[in-house]
């Protein structure tokens, strides 16, 4: 067999080449600009070329801090083409943790949209490394404080769009990507050419989202965290079409894409998919979203009732997948098998709710609090393991490695049931479960509850300190009208022993999320410690 290395460049070689006439679409605030893979291919060189005008050597770090946009995307050939490692920066994170994950990364430039220039210069102290930024947008960047910094576009106007990339070894890294920091500083995770490169083909798989040349993809999932579940990399294997929102969008803006691109597959976070759906019931404005048939909808699970309402409301079908950082970041993923066929459509809405069988070369397995494996039956929970060839084996210089990846298994954190055919069910997160009286509760089963109350829009459960019974459930729930605690209790009584109910329901506009759109329930815990929240107390 011919030694080959799987790289990056040669998915960018097959979307040039087969799929030149193929589009990427990005909303822009004066419309929408369209090119094809033809065109991303030759600025993605000249991209490379201006940087490496730059100063960027092999083995060098680029961060990128920048929202779902054509330029954005060509950096994520540019950067790693050329054997330089991609550092895709979350612009959720919080101003102190971003600079501590530029400079642990040790990114020597940064490319970045305007809005991130105020921010950057707060944190000045930590950007040592850096010698050069360079500014997202057409036209000149703005004044700032730091330097020297450059135009995208300017950088790229007398760049050659002919240069050959070289080959590099798969083992070597191509991106990195840091945690979202829930406890203790954000961890490094470092991507090679080899595991993004399986971790798309899979992506193009049945078994997983299928990525396929005929469908059309908003990609909703942000490009600064998790490569947009490996998304954009995916789409350029298969040359699938490309719809991107663009810089800070909204709700309506991603049903306009939808409308205007024809997409057909629309990839976003729980939440985002409820947001759209409380934009199409506000009646604010008409869509035409007869093209879209698939949402898949992940960072945590989507309520049942959500799922429901979209398949029954608009004809679309809802999938999920699970993951993290540490696994690119997919390893389960939720497809009916041809056994469940002729189940019925609730049957079909409960399997769609777990969160799928391992896809294609995933290992996972369940253990016990002393490591001991348990069975496949549905019914024993215990914390997942999972292995991969695009799972971590450590974190990037970081101290924590050993306990997250003994044995050779990464250990996820996540606490969970696998039924006998494989399918995958989150209870928890094991920091999250809730030991009341010696019994355990899951927030997640909790949450899912009350956010299938036809008024409840969110809904987050976390553990309160009890003299009794040591923790008890909290609920922290966002409504659309006013609902009673008590009617939030009946609500749950039918679905949970009584002592699973929460003892008091916190009523908010909008649950606190983190920077990657889940629930903030570290927040959460420490505002209901301070006091500081406006509840309704309610002891079953």
Known sequence: MMDRPLQLKTLLWRAERLFGHKQIITRRDDGYRRYTYAEFGKRVRRLADALNRLGVRTGDRVGTLGWNTDQHYEAYFAVPCMGVVLHTINIRLSPDQIGYVIEHAGDSVLLVSPEQLPMLEQIRDRLTNVKAVVVFGDGPPPTTALGPVYGYEELLADADEEIEFPDVDEDSPAGMCYTSGTTGEPKGVVYSHRSTVLHALILCLQGSIGVAERETY?????????????????????????????????????????????????????????????????GRQSYVLDSLHTLWLGGQAPPIGEIRWWQQAHGVHVCQGWGMTEASPL????????????????????????????????????????????????????????????VARAYYHDTRSQDSFAGGWFHTGDVGVIDQNGYLSLVDRVKDLIKSGGEWISSVDLENALMGHPEVREAAVVAAPDPVWLERPIAIVATNSPVASDDLTEFLREKFPKFWLPDRFVFVDEVPKTGVGKFDKKLLRQQIAAGNNHSTDKTP
Request: with cysteine; charged share 20%.
């Open 331 to 390: 390893l389960t993923f939720t497809t009916l098998t041809s056994q469940f066929t002729d189940l019925d459509d609730e049957g079909k809405f409960r399997l769609l709710g777990t969160q799928g069988q391992p896809m294609p070369l995933v290992e996972i397995k369940l253990v016990d609090d002393h490591g001991e494996e348990l069975p496949w039956d549905g019914k024993h929970a215990g914390e997942i393991l999972a292995r991969s060839p695009w």
């Open 218 to 282: 908003l990609l909703v999932t942000p490009m600064s965290h998790v490569n947009s579940w490996g998304m954009p990399y995916a789409c350029a294997l298969q040359g699938a079409s490309l719809a991107l929102p663009g810089t800070q969008p909204r709700p309506h803006h991603y049903l306009e894409i939808i409308e205007h691109a024809r997409v057909s597959v629309c990839v976003a976070a729980v939440t985002v998919g409820m947001l759209m759906r409380q934009e199409l019931e506000s």
